[in-house]
């Protein structure tokens, strides 16, 4: 595993497959936790040095934080220092493109893969990419192709596999030397998650983390696929956290640690001999 880092991403783009994950809701102590206690051995083998990193998310819900996202603004690493972005769309006076970083003369990094021969592939979660209204259009739309049904939505128990079976199939009918940017939003941290934990009727601490569990088991189908289409960047977080009672708060889109702070990792995913 190479940390991208240490990496010019005028390396990866163009030679390497793009797989952005968000987790959505994943609070980094629950994903440390969960991590401990051997419930997350796919995404613990993946991470660099078995480790979290913990970030900032730019936004303290799904929408606004996708736009960043998109834009090429990712959880920033915590601590002082302006930290050098991996892709950016150009504008004037940005602080944060550095050399390494791979700018886009587009509004937003998924149109800028596009023109640089990436084919981009969108599979929604929660309700900002469920197509069913003109605000749930908007960021599926930035993607040449997207899908949302009620099977991969929150209220699905099975929606991570669902996803993951969809994934595999979109890779399976891409050319080998076509570069695909497949992102994909995860919706089971997402509430309701009391479901993935037996016995629970209602969301906690807890069950947030038997459902982080649950997608664990579900993603090696989807970095077998990634695998056998070459090496891939992989970007692993969350979107932001949730609050379950600390200091009287309850669920996020509030100024709260468990809310800002995210997990975060990024890694080159390699192609096994």
């Avoid at 401990?36 to 970030?55: A, M, S, V, Y």
């Avoid at 998310?57 to 929408?63: E, L, V």
């Avoid at 189908?221 to 956290?241: E, K, W, Y």
């Avoid at 609050?243 to 669920?251: F, N, R, S, T």
Wanted: glycine fraction near 8%; charged fraction near 15%.
């Amino acid at each position: 595993m190479t940390k991208i880092s240490t990496i010019p991403m005028q390396q990866i783009i163009g030679s390497h497959d793009i797989l952005f994950i968000t987790l959505d809701t994943l609070r980094y102590d629950a994903a440390c936790d969960a991590l401990e206690r051997g419930l997350t051995p796919t995404i613990g083998d993946l991470l660099p040095g078995n480790k979290w990193e913990p970030r900032h998310s730019p936004a303290s819900f799904t929408y606004a934080a996708h736009q960043a996202f998109f834009a090429g603004f990712l959880p920033s690493p915590i601590g002082p220092g302006k930290h050098p972005r991996l892709f950016a769309a150009r504008f004037p006076g940005s602080e944060t493109t550095a050399d390494q970083t791979y700018v886009f003369d587009t509004p937003d990094i998924v149109t800028g893969l596009a023109s640089v021969g990436y084919y981009t592939i969108c599979i929604g979660g929660v309700g900002f990419f469920n197509k069913q209204s003109p605000l749930g259009c908007v960021l599926p739309n930035l993607f040449a192709e997207s899908h949302w049904s009620p099977e991969l939505g929150v209220t699905e128990k099975d929606s991570t596999a669902n996803q993951v079976r969809i994934a595999v199939d979109c890779l399976s009918r891409m050319k080998p030397h076509q570069r695909v940017f497949l992102f994909i939003n995860i919706p089971a941290l997402h509430q309701p998650n009391c479901m993935y934990l037996p016995g629970a009727e209602h969301d906690s601490y807890e069950s947030h983390i038997a459902a982080l569990a649950y997608v664990d088991h579900m993603l090696p189908p989807l970095f077998s696929a990634m695998r056998q289409r070459g090496n891939t960047l992989v970007i692993l977080c969350s979107d932001h956290g949730t609050a379950y009672g600390e200091d009287g708060y309850l669920g996020h889109r509030v100024g709260h640690p468990v809310v800002w702070t995210v997990p975060y990792a990024e890694f080159i995913l390699e192609v096994k001999d």
